[in-house]
């Protein structure tokens, strides 16, 4: 068990126990490397960086796909641009898919109730 302080407690505040440590036995911090590697999206060759952690990911959606990660980094390109007209930070976009991709994976409900645009 860690100890934490409560938020908005000062550095005085007192110490609530945390039960879930993100450091579990065995936790590998090279998961948390950052990794720039060169792919190529829709043709047009590019530097993707992302912790190593989301490439074994994207590598493991890849495989189930039968495709590269490039072909499957340009699919997500190519929808996000059809969808939503572009995103301005695509390797935040390709950590949630793979986020997204894992809780799937897990069977855990990752529905999040956003409010409605413009309120």
């Not at 792919?39 to 994207?58: D, M």
């Not at 495989?63 to 490039?70: G, M, P, T, V, W």
């Not at 190519?78 to 991709?101: D, I, K, Q, T």
């Amino acid at each position: 068990m860690i100890q934490g302080k409560e938020p908005g407690e000062g550095a005085r505040g007192r110490c609530q126990p945390i039960s879930v440590d993100p450091f579990v036995r065995g936790f590998d911090m090279q998961l948390a490397r950052p990794l720039a590697r060169s792919i190529r999206l829709n043709g047009f060759a590019t530097c993707l960086r992302l912790e190593q952690v989301y490439w074994e990911i994207l590598g493991d959606m890849a495989e189930l796909n039968r495709c590269s990660i490039s072909t499957l980094l340009s699919h997500v390109d190519r929808e996000v641009h059809l969808r939503h007209g572009g995103v301005r930070n695509f390797s935040g976009l390709v950590r949630v898919v793979c986020v997204v991709h894992s809780l799937k994976e897990a069977g855990v409900d990752h529905c999040v109730d956003l409010p409605p645009k413009g309120v």
